[in-house]
Every structure is written in structure tokens, then in C-alpha cells.
């Protein structure tokens, strides 16, 4: 039985931070004071390649668990839970020892597939959720063959859980953002490992949700309080942050804006509808899938604009939500898959001398939210309804602009999750089998906004065809 003044330890393994933080075992509400932050540069080169590297991210990890040691917070903690990135890869020699940095989700590189004509990738898509896209490891896998000699592969999160308990293991959450995964069994696709060039011992057994382990001696020792606590296998980041915004049935949708933003619902994986092309699924834990789409530019784009335009504010000050004249498709950083947009293909339509530093950002964001607003129509059309929305992350807790902005552009009501940490929340509560509400402030649609912005859409989709077209020839 979980008592009030029992407490969370939450890892959560993002792209450019690494933090560990203090919740609440009753409701997954952090500890005032109680977190940990180390910052991440990945390293981005010519060529594709977005890289972090391994051990500058577990030290700075650990010294994040330090940290909260010598503030007195590690006492009173009852499990381990973490939230991280999906998608990541290191090729590893035969002894476990990384043999590249990690490989991030937005790295470039990998190598063409050339299948037989009995290959179908829709039933292929179907099964495992995913596409024989550069973002997973059916294609990671023969790219890093062909530049190393690697025994085995597993992701940052398989590697840190392997450093705090020493096993690898990974999770059923982690194991299908590797695009491996048969999404129905739990366990991995033949096809896709066949694919890939690999067996299923070069890689992380899976293990269940209830899994367990324990730290190893030698962080028992540099923790004490920490000593026989149970570690929880990784939850993948897009799963955990729906769940600690309160997105957790079939009914609401979460969209959470973060580096990345993305829009999806959690439903049971048993009579789960058919899959869209256009959507991916991945596995929330054992009983639990995800189905969503996801975008790369979001709270990227937003803090790059900011510094770019040297604004004093996040918000796009004395601009109406639609009403910027220029139509901006962030395509700065790309799509995610199935469209193939490269990285840099953003542009701006309709600019001109009366445009403001501030309508720039508005533009954007506009933009932004009708990307996000694509993927909210396809849900609605695969659950049957106009789903109910809730709003999470630190992209949506830093502009009140914005969050007016996604509610006017999805005409119809939202709320907002009040807790910043959606991902390290979320982890909490499937480990715990928690169901937090958002608790945020509940937004209606401005007439006038959602007006505007009805104008705006057609003319916003046929510049975006445009910027497909001329960055895919």
C-alpha cells in the first residue's frame, strides 16, 4: 500500500537534458525543489549525422542523483521509474562497450534497403507500427554494420538501466520505438529482424512491465537510501508524457510540445482499430498501445526563433492569433516519417516590409499548430469522434500565446496539464498504475480566433504542398 509521504525517484532521458526529479508516489506531483538538471548539446555534423555522447550523458545523470543526495532528497523513495527518448542506438563491442556515441532520432544516416517485390510494407507497418524509415533500427542496423564490427545494439535507456542494476534489459515501450517490435506478441518481429541483418540476442531482452531490479553495489553504496529500491523498466517518452498529461483512454488526445511535439492516444492494444498509414503505434506497457503522429519542429522552433529574432518575449506580443500575413511551414527540422521531407526545408510565404519580429514567431507557431492539427483530424476519423484534447509540456507551459493558438486552431475546448514534467509524471504512473488528471486550466475557443484561422487553412495547405514538392524533386 503506497503511503502519502512515500516518494518517486523519476530519470527522464531527453535529447537536450537529463534529469532526475522527486514525485509524489500518491499522485506523481513533484517534490518542490527536489529536481536535477543536466544539459545536453548533441553534436551535429555534416553528413546527417546528431550524435550525444554516452558517457558525458550517464555522468551527468549520476551527478544529477548526487545532487538530490546531498539536498536530502533520495530519503523516503520507494521506486525508480524513467521516461526517455525513443529511437536512440549504440553499437556495442562483445564485451557491452560502446563501440559509436549514441544515435538520435534525428540523425540522418542509414543505408537503402533493397527488398524483394514480396516485401509489403503496409502489412509490415501494420504489425510493428513503424515504416522502413532512417529512424529505426531495421535501417540503423545495416548502416552501423557497415561502418563497425559490432556483437549487439541497444538504446540509451538499455544502457542506463544496465549501468544503475547491472542487467539490459529493455522495456516493451523502448523496444517498440526500434521499429522491431511485433506490436501484438510484445515480443520481436522476425521480419523486421531479418530485415535488420540481426538475431534476437544481439539485442535487449524484452522484459515485462513488471519487471524489477535493484542498483548495483556499487551505487548502493553512493546512495544508501536507494539501497533494495525497485527500478522500473523505461517507458518511451511520447507514452509517458500522454499518460502524465492525463491523456490515458481512448477518448482524449494529448498533444505534448517539448523539443519535438506530437499528438496521440492511449488505447488498449487488444481490438486496437487498424492502423493509418499515416500513423504510427508504439507500445505503452504490456496492456497499452499509443497511436499518433509526431513533428520536429515544436518547442525547437520556438526557442531558435526567439534567440534568432532576439525577441524580449517567448510570445508573439500584439499579434491575434491568425492574423500574421505570412504563412511559415516549419519544416526546419524536417518531417518524421512516412512523409520525406529533409531537414531545412522551412520556408515563408507572403513576406513582407510591414512584417514584424513578432508576426514572424506568430507565423510559425500558426504553422506549427495546423502540423499538430493534421495528425488531431486522423485520430479524430480512427476513434470515431472528435476526441477531447489535453495540452502538456514545457513548449506549452511557456506560451500562453501558443496554447490559445492550438485551441483556436483545433476549435473545440482544451486543458491544460499543470505540471511541466509530463514525461518523468507519466513514467510514474504506469509503473504505479496511476491516473493523473491534468489540473489545469480549462481553454475555450475564441470565436474570432478559430474564425481567422479557417481563413488561414486552405491558404496554409497550399503553400505547404508547395514546400513538399519543391523539397522532395
Known amino acids: 500500500m503506497t503511503r502519502t509521504d512515500d516518494r518517486v525517484l523519476a530519470l527522464d532521458l531527453g535529447t537536450s537534458s537529463a534529469r532526475a526529479l522527486v514525485l509524489s508516489a500518491a499522485d506523481a506531483a513533484p517534490i518542490e525543489g527536489a529536481?536535477?538538471?543536466?544539459?545536453?548539446?548533441?553534436?551535429?555534423?555534416?553528413?546527417?549525422?546528431?550524435t550525444l555522447d554516452l558517457h558525458e550523458y550517464v555522468e551527468g545523470l549520476l551527478g544529477c542523483l548526487d545532487e538530490l543526495e546531498q539536498n536530502g532528497h533520495l530519503d523516503g523513495i520507494t521506486a525508480v521509474v524513467?521516461?526517455?527518448?525513443?529511437?536512440?542506438?549504440?553499437?556495442?563491442?562483445?564485451?557491452?562497450?560502446?563501440?559509436?556515441?549514441?544515435?538520435?532520432?534525428?540523425?540522418?544516416r542509414s543505408v537503402d534497403l533493397e527488398l524483394g517485390p514480396s516485401f509489403d510494407e503496409r502489412a509490415f507497418h501494420a504489425r510493428t507500427g513503424a515504416w522502413l524509415h532512417r529512424l529505426y533500427w531495421t535501417r540503423r542496423i545495416p548502416w552501423l554494420m557497415s561502418e563497425v564490427s559490432p556483437a549487439g545494439f541497444a538504446g540509451l535507456p538499455d544502457l542506463v538501466l544496465e549501468r544503475l542494476t547491472g542487467?539490459?534489459?529493455?522495456s516493451v515501450s523502448i523496444a517498440s520505438g526500434t521499429g522491431t517490435l511485433d506490436l501484438a506478441s510484445g515480443g520481436y518481429d522476425a521480419e523486421a529482424l531479418d530485415i535488420a541483418g540481426v538475431k534476437a540476442d544481439r539485442l535487449p531482452s524484452i522484459v515485462p512491465t513488471g519487471w524489477t531490479g535493484t542498483l548495483s553495489r556499487e551505487y548502493s553504496r553512493r546512495w544508501p537510501g536507494l539501497v533494495g529500491v525497485p527500478v522500473h523498466p523505461p517507458t518511451g517518452d511520447g507514452a509517458a508524457?500522454?499518460?502524465?498529461?492525463?491523456?490515458?483512454?481512448?477518448?482524449?488526445?494529448?498533444?505534448?510540445?517539448?523539443?519535438?511535439a506530437a499528438v496521440r492516444v492511449v488505447h488498449p492494444i487488444a481490438d486496437a482499430p487498424e492502423l493509418p498509414w499515416e500513423l504510427w503505434r508504439y507500445r505503452v506497457d504490456d496492456q497499452r498501445a499509443v497511436t499518433g503522429m509526431a513533428f520536429s519542429a515544436a518547442g525547437n522552433l520556438h526557442a531558435w526563433l526567439t534567440e534568432v529574432l532576439q525577441l524580449d518575449s517567448p510570445?508573439?506580443?500584439?499579434?491575434?492569433?491568425?492574423?500574421a500575413k505570412a504563412i511559415a511551414i516549419p519544416f526546419m527540422a524536417g518531417t518524421r516519417p512516412p512523409a520525406t521531407v529533409p531537414s531545412g526545408s522551412g520556408v515563408y510565404f507572403g513576406l513582407s516590409f510591414d512584417d514584424s519580429a513578432a508576426d514572424l514567431l506568430a507565423a510559425a507557431l500558426q504553422g506549427a499548430s495546423l502540423e499538430i492539427d493534421r495528425g488531431l483530424r486522423l485520430l479524430d476519423s480512427l476513434f470515431g469522434r472528435d476526441l477531447d484534447v489535453v495540452l502538456g509540456g514545457g513548449g506549452i507551459d511557456a506560451s500562453a500565446w501558443?496554447?490559445?493558438?492550438?485551441?483556436?486552431?483545433f476549435a473545440r475546448p482544451t486543458t491544460v496539464c499543470a505540471e511541466p514534467e509530463v514525461g518523468a509524471r507519466g513514467a510514474a504512473a504506469v509503473a504505479l498504475g496511476l491516473s493523473p488528471a491534468p489540473g489545469g486550466e480549462h481553454l475555450t475557443p475564441v470565436d474570432e480566433d478559430v474564425a481567422r484561422l479557417a481563413v488561414l487553412r486552405p491558404r496554409y495547405e497550399r503553400f505547404r504542398d508547395l514546400a513538399v514538392q519543391a523539397a522532395t524533386d
Open 167 to 170: 542487467e539490459r534489459v529493455t
Open 315 to 323: 510570445e508573439p506580443t500584439g499579434v491575434e492569433v491568425g492574423s
Open 82 to 108: 524513467l521516461s526517455s527518448q525513443w529511437h536512440s542506438i549504440v553499437a556495442l563491442d562483445n564485451k557491452g562497450a560502446a563501440l559509436t556515441p549514441v544515435v538520435t532520432w534525428a540523425d540522418t
Open 241 to 260: 508524457s500522454n499518460v502524465g498529461s492525463g491523456g490515458f483512454d481512448s477518448g482524449t488526445a494529448a498533444v505534448t510540445v517539448g523539443t519535438s
Open 35 to 50: 529536481l536535477a538538471r543536466h544539459k545536453i548539446s548533441p553534436t551535429y555534423s555534416t553528413g546527417g549525422s546528431a
Open 402 to 409: 501558443w496554447r490559445r493558438c492550438l485551441t483556436a486552431t
